[in-house]
């Protein structure tokens, strides 16, 4: 799932025992590392009609500074299926009647995301006509999105100019 993760570590470790630098890092991962990241994934998913929630988790240990940021909510499953792709599966009707849905033919479905870091299409079918009278479709499956690798790279730039900033800041204040 989306983890953004700060390394340069090494050559402090010696100060992350500090009880207050530690507290100092996570009372800025708090207010600020990790509202940014949500707000980030919650912009990715801004047009989707099930949108999924967004929380956060930092971790702070000898090794390592991580936030990860993981899918919640009722909508958390459709996330991890764009997000990880699909294979492909049969779609069997359910209760009475038959499927209906609008297809124009391989290729006329515009998506709303793309692999790795392409969002804000319109997700609709183009010159489509509405199918019905069938009992089975068979989804060819979806690519995987791969949002977080997306977000990763764009917040990594940020995200280590920040930390810096924060144990610069922290180590002065002991």
Do not use: C
């Not at 990715?44 to 909510?73: L, M």
């Not at 995301?113 to 069938?134: D, E, N």
Request: charged content about 25%; aromatic content about 10%.
């Amino acid at each position: 799932m989306p983890t953004v993760a700060y390394r340069a570590i090494r050559s402090r470790r010696k100060f992350i025992k500090s009880k207050e630098i530690k507290a100092y890092l996570g009372a800025h991962l708090d207010s600020d590392v990790k509202p940014r990241l949500v707000r980030r994934f919650d912009l990715i998913v801004a047009n989707w009609h099930h949108k999924p929630e967004f929380r956060a988790r930092k971790y702070i240990t000898a090794d390592f500074i991580k936030v990860h940021v993981y899918p919640a909510g009722p909508n958390k499953q459709i996330y991890k299926w764009v997000t990880g792709g699909t294979k492909p599966h049969p779609i069997p009707k359910h209760g009475p009647g038959f499927l209906a849905f609008v297809w124009g033919g391989p290729g006329s479905y515009k998506a709303k995301t793309k692999p790795v870091g392409q969002f804000g299409g319109p997700g609709v079918v183009v010159g489509g006509t509405l199918r019905s009278g069938v009992m089975q479709v068979q989804h060819p499956g979806t690519e995987a999105r791969k949002i977080e690798e997306s977000v990763r790279n764009d917040a990594k730039r940020w995200y280590s100019r920040t930390m810096e900033n924060a144990w610069r800041r922290a180590i002065r204040s002991v």
